[in-house]
């Protein structure tokens, strides 16, 4: 489990694809998080819960599989680019953000941002399977940082958003400061809305002799 706040901005080494080809390896440079990673040890990656393969010195091997390189923006990494990294939280840890998993439901796009002085205003667009799980006030990962929603569009928009305001050690700790409009990024709603929604699925009334027998 993570929080969302982010310990360290690595550098992409290399993202090459594994022996077997269905995968990819990625090496990242980070030399704070890694004297404190071991092997097995996870690492969310802009927000992607990955396993540490190997390290050498203040580089880190992760393994990514086919299925994380299809659901999120893994894939598009470079050598040289920032990434937002974040050890998993200790048993007994403060939880200073909210309960992120690292498992990224979906893909957004930096649609708008605003300077407003003392911080910033940023607007995304969600896929609309998305949408009906966030909620003004409520939180929300992008690209593994743990931020709160202050504006949504309305429940039929046909192209749904979401805002959040930055502040400036955000701005500054993040890569979220340097995010242009039209970047995807990775996001990962509240694993507390995908539960509820799962539970009142259950819930609700029996509608056919199937569901009865």
Known sequence: ?????VAEQGSVVSLESDSSDAGKVL????????????LGGSIAVNG??????????NRISLDVMGETLDRTTTGSLEAGRKVNLERCVPAGGRLDGHVVQGHVDG??????????????????????????YIAEKGSIAVDGVSLTVTAVSEPRDPEPWFEVGLIPTTLAETGLGALK???????EV??????AERLLAFAA????PEEEA
């Open 190 to 195: 509240d694993v507390l809305a995908k539960y």
């Open 107 to 132: 893909v957004g796009t930096l649609l708008e941002r605003e300077d407003l002085g003392s911080w910033d205003r940023l607007r995304f667009r969600v896929p609309a399977r998305l949408a009906r």
């Open 48 to 57: 992607v819960c990955l396993t540490a393969t190997a390290i050498d010195g």
């Open 181 to 187: 409009p039209g970047a995807p990024v990775n996001l």
């Open 205 to 208: 009334p029996a509608s056919g």
């Open 27 to 38: 090496v990242i440079d980070a030399p704070r998080t890694s004297g404190e990673l071991g």
């Open 1 to 5: 489990m993570f929080t969302g706040i």
